[in-house]
């Protein structure tokens, strides 16, 4: 049973376009939603974060939205380039647990 | 530099044939973890470790076995490797648990032909 559900599983963007992924969980003791950014042959790298109490939660051009009462929540890009290229997973977990559990990845592209 | 290590980064071997892969972390962390990357599955959770001598059974631990003998070091066994552990391996850590931001080694590929 997937907890946490990622899309689109791939994405193309333009240079300068908005890069959008969505997440979906079932478990409503999540209560921690990072994302991951992974570049080929790294481990993934903790991007950004948000906590339920909040419903945004900005960083530079990195924004996570949260809706609780939909039990989803998203990464958008703004301005996306190119370096911006990599595999992104979302996860949810409970705060200061043991486990996290992770979407599926989406792999966007930023094209020029 | 904060890191976490794994070794072999690489490593083709033959079904059967007991392997370990090693990770270790210089950030004093109590939380380690053990995860899979497959296509199409993302990341998938093996084992974890609260602390020394503290593990726990994540996602899929079918086939493999870890240890925590020492606060930096939490090593992966396969006693005896499949063609269906053929996947991309990855080490974390954290502070506390799981729900705080983990630092991933940079991974591990096994084939198990």
């Known amino acids: 049973q997937q907890q946490v559900k990622q899309s689109p599983q791939s994405l193309i963007v333009q240079k300068g376009g908005i890069s959008i992924i969505n997440c979906a969980y079932e478990?409503?003791?999540?209560?921690?939603f990072p994302w991951y950014q992974q570049f080929p042959g790294k481990g993934p790298a903790l991007l950004i974060a948000?906590?339920?109490?909040?419903s945004e939660k900005k960083e530079g051009r990195f924004t996570i939205s949260f809706n609780k009462s939909a039990k989803q929540f998203s990464l958008h890009i703004m301005d996306s380039q190119p370096g911006d290229s990599a595999t992104y997973f979302c996860?949810?977990?409970?705060?200061?647990?043991?486990?996290?559990?992770f979407g599926t990845g989406t792999k966007l592209q930023v094209i020029p | 530099e904060a890191q976490v290590t794994q070794n072999p980064r690489y490593l083709i071997t033959v079904t059967g044939k007991k392997l370990t892969v090693t990770c270790s972390q210089n950030?004093?962390?109590?939380?380690m973890s053990w995860y899979r990357q497959d296509p199409g599955l993302g990341l998938r959770q093996i084992y974890y470790?609260?602390?020394?001598?503290?593990?726990d059974k994540g996602d899929v631990p079918e086939g493999y076995k870890v240890s925590r003998k020492e606060k930096r070091n939490f090593p992966l066994i396969l006693e005896s490797p499949s063609p269906n552990q053929t996947s991309l391996y990855f080490c974390?850590?954290?502070?506390?648990?799981?729900?705080?931001?983990?630092?991933f080694g940079d991974g591990t590929r096994l084939s198990i032909l």
């Open positions: 470790s609260m602390n020394v001598e503290v593990t």
């Open positions: 996860a949810a977990g409970v705060g200061g647990y043991q486990k996290v559990t």
């Open positions: 948000i906590r339920p109490d909040v």
């Open positions: 478990n409503t003791a999540f209560d921690y």
């Open positions: 974390a850590s954290s502070p506390t648990g799981g729900g705080q931001p983990q630092h």
């Open positions: 950030m004093n962390h109590e939380y």
